[in-house]
């Protein structure tokens, strides 16, 4: 009998890669889509040793073709029984001086192609007996970030729709969980780098570092496991600590004035 089969977006970067890796490692099969051509066929040489992985290349703003992509990719390579929707993207600016096409980017990629990749892949989980879901949410659907209205929004639409998604499927054995990272420290987000931000910043994460992309990775695979069969409905924050724990002494702490 084959291994199960992953489908993750996103999955040429960062969390996404990781995450490739992570489930590889695990005697998963997995598929592999993004939009970046160069960075999946980098994958594909990393992960070659392996064995499992195909990679896809996508544009996930293309709603109308998501479903006969879907179905193809199923066709050949059978039923997709976990799946990871990874992809998001961020483009802001105030919000008087947005334009309808960054709010639209950012619903589009963040919410309106998750829900398709839902609508079109829970009926093949169902057939196969179950699976598992997670969509990747961000500590921004629960804490505000200036210039940001877009994507804070789009990721608090994508807890909403998997909190339901969670419900209507429950019946068929699929779950459906999110993840929320807080600051992860990949190449995408080179501005968390820079050495005041990154000394300011760090006060506010009570375990006094970033994350990492195999941070989440761990929690998504868990997620995903046969471990977490009895989770459904869920987002996991994983922010070190950030959100729970605002009033931790680090915060506070005024250089020159430690006794």
């Known amino acids: 009998m084959s291994a199960p089969l992953a489908l993750v977006t996103g999955a040429a970067g960062g969390i996404g890669r990781a ?11 997995v598929l592999a889509l993004d939009l970046d051509a160069e ?26 073709g998501t479903g006969d992509l879907l179905q ?20 802001g600016g105030p919000i008087v001086d947005m334009s309808d096409e960054v ?10 192609s998750p829900f398709a990749f839902l609508r079109a892949l829970a009926p093949v989980m169902a057939g196969a007996g179950g699976g598992a879901v997670v969509c990747v949410a961000s500590r921004n659907a629960y804490r505000s970030s200036t210039n940001n209205a877009a994507y804070d929004a789009s990721k608090a639409a994508l807890v909403g729709l998997m909190r339901t998604a969670a419900g209507e499927f429950a019946g068929h054995r699929i779950r459906v969980n999110a993840v929320s990272p807080g600051v992860i420290s990949t190449p995408a ?3 968390v780098e820079e050495p005041l931000f990154k000394a300011a910043y760090l006060k506010q994460i009570p375990l006094d570092r970033y994350g990492t992309a195999e941070d989440i990775a761990a929690v998504i695979a ?3 496991s046969d471990d977490a069969g009895f989770l459904t409905g869920q987002d996991v924050i994983v922010d ?14 005024i250089p020159g004035l430690r006794g």
């Open 222 to 224: 868990f997620l995903l």
């Open 19 to 29: 995450t490739v890796t992570r489930l590889l490692g695990d005697g998963l099969r």
């Open 103 to 112: 709010w639209d980017l950012n619903l589009a990629v963040n919410v309106t």
């Open 72 to 91: 193809g990719l199923v066709k050949r390579h059978g039923p997709v029984t976990r799946l990871v929707l990874n992809a998001g993207v961020w483009p």
């Open 189 to 191: 987000t080179p501005e």
């Open 39 to 64: 960075g999946l066929s980098r994958l594909a040489g990393k992960e070659q040793a392996e064995g499992g992985l195909a990679t896809c290349e996508f544009d996930l703003t293309d709603i109308a």
């Open 240 to 253: 070190g600590g950030q959100i729970a724990c605002q009033d931790n002494g680090r915060f506070m702490e």
